[in-house]
């Protein structure tokens, strides 16, 4: 078992609380974490960018000047790619996908990984329960008696916590996240995690089968 430090809600450090090596002692493995990461960016992307080949472009029905006899160069329409205002050769079209496939197994090995090198980086805490009743002020005093005060944080809750993200939305650097939707993103894009206890029995049961 490992041990991780326990916080109340005044940031008072208590009795340490022993973790899961299933789940918070696995060891990392980098290519795995970066390949699942890739894949979520991928899967969130949307091909926004569209344009017209010489097909979509209006107008250009009409031959602009004989084939032969004028001495120029021979065109068939004004809106081929080598006019101005004609269509685009090889540009984005907006059928496009970026979605990469990833298996489930893939994506809750990654998160183990990242909560483990959380854990033994000593930027993984846990508090006995976020008690701040909407009031940013309590946040910001919280966070500031943890250890990485102004560092991006990510609070892991069990259940939707409404109080709780009014109270972080004027506290920048603070995230909430419920303990079911904890991602590769999620875990990357903020350098210290704080879990409430009955998040972490959250993480068992989604992890644990």
Do not use: C
Request: proline share 4%; hydrophobic share 40%; charged share 25%.
């Amino acid at each position: 078992m490992t041990n991780v430090a326990v916080y109340n809600s005044r940031g008072e450090q208590k009795a340490p609380l022993e973790m899961r090596e299933d789940i918070f002692g696995v060891k990392p493995n980098s290519n795995l974490i970066h390949q699942v990461y890739v894949a979520l960016r991928a899967n969130a992307r949307q091909p926004w960018a569209h344009t017209k080949m010489r097909g979509d472009v209006r107008g250009g029905g009409k031959k602009p000047w004989k084939q032969k006899g004028t001495g120029r160069a021979r065109h068939g329409s004004i809106r081929s790619p080598l006019w101005r205002g004609g269509g685009i050769t090889f540009g984005p079209l907006s059928e496009r996908t970026y979605t990469q496939k990833i298996n489930k197994k893939m994506k809750v090995a990654a998160v183990k990984m990242l909560l483990s090198d959380k854990l033994a980086h000593e930027r993984l805490m846990v508090v006995e329960a976020f008690d701040f009743k909407g009031k940013a002020q309590d946040v910001a005093r919280f966070r500031a008696a943890l250890p990485g005060s102004g560092k991006t944080t990510m609070f892991v809750v069990a259940e939707h916590a409404s109080e709780l993200v009014r109270a972080v939305q004027n506290v920048p650097a603070i995230d909430v996240v419920r303990a079911a939707d904890v991602n590769v993103v999620d875990l990357l894009h903020h350098q210290y995690v704080v879990i409430s206890a009955d998040a972490i029995a959250a993480l068992e049961k989604r992890f644990v089968k």
